[in-house]
């Protein structure tokens, strides 16, 4: 069983759609959540960043956590075509610096 | 703020050779990673620096990679002798704090 998982989509969404995007997880040590978005031949830029459980807001973006279930997610409002990417999420412990355990990635489309 | 800077950005092999690739993190930070990420897959961490003393190079294939980080500051991978997998993006990435800013990646195709 791997660490994260996520689904790799792709998930297909007209323009203006609500996009939620999920991982799972199975190590209760992750404290620190990430999520990342990758555009074609580019590196993972950071979009957001929570620790430990709740939610967090950045624009059109929602971030979710609960540790209870191992689950977290992202949600996009108001879906653009320039959102079209691969989102991967990340997360590593609360112990010093490290090594981020990413998903696989899920690719979003959004056609106009 | 000038980002995390790679080089080359493409490069193509054939099996058995050798190639070195490139890295320049931002100013000031002191941690820097090495991430291989396969097409259609997550990046995977292969070697972490902090200054110019490893902290985990778990999983790196030390057979045949190796990494250094001279003086602190820029850091090149090295692959010998390289393998059909071993065809993938090569991130690098740095760190301040815990938020991790990546380059754009080498990618290598092993022919």
């Known amino acids: 069983q791997k660490e994260v998982e996520q689904d790799p989509g792709p998930l297909s969404v007209p323009e203006g759609a609500i996009v939620s995007l999920n991982c799972t997880y199975s190590?209760?040590?992750?404290?620190?959540f990430m999520w990342y978005r990758q555009y074609s031949r580019k590196g993972p830029e950071l979009l957001m960043y929570?620790?430990?459980?709740g939610n967090k807001e950045d624009g059109r973006f929602t971030a979710q956590v609960d540790k209870s279930s191992k689950y977290i997610s992202l949600f996009i409002r108001d879906s653009q075509p320039s959102d079209s990417a691969t989102y991967l999420c990340?997360?590593?412990?609360?112990?010093?610096?490290?090594?981020?355990?990413f998903g696989t990635g899920t690719r979003l489309l959004v056609s106009p | 703020e000038a980002g995390v800077a790679q080089s080359p950005r493409y490069k193509i092999i054939e099996k058995r050779q050798s190639v070195a690739f490139w890295c320049n993190p931002i100013?000031?930070?002191?941690?820097l990673y090495w991430y291989q990420q396969i097409l259609g897959q997550g990046p995977k961490l292969l070697i972490q620096?902090?200054?110019?003393?490893?902290?985990?190079d778990s999983q790196l294939p030390k057979d045949r990679f190796s990494a250094e980080r001279l003086k602190g500051v820029d850091s090149t991978l090295k692959i010998q002798p390289a393998k059909l997998e071993d065809s993938a993006v090569y991130l690098c990435?740095?760190?301040?704090?815990?938020?991790?800013?990546f380059g754009p990646g080498t990618r290598l195709t092993v022919l």
């Open positions: 990340a997360m590593n412990p609360d112990t010093g610096f490290q090594k981020l355990v």
């Open positions: 620096f902090q200054n110019n003393g490893v902290v985990d």
């Open positions: 190590n209760s040590a992750f404290q620190y």
């Open positions: 990435a740095s760190s301040l704090t815990r938020e991790q800013f």
């Open positions: 100013s000031g930070h002191a941690t």
């Open positions: 929570t620790y430990s459980s």
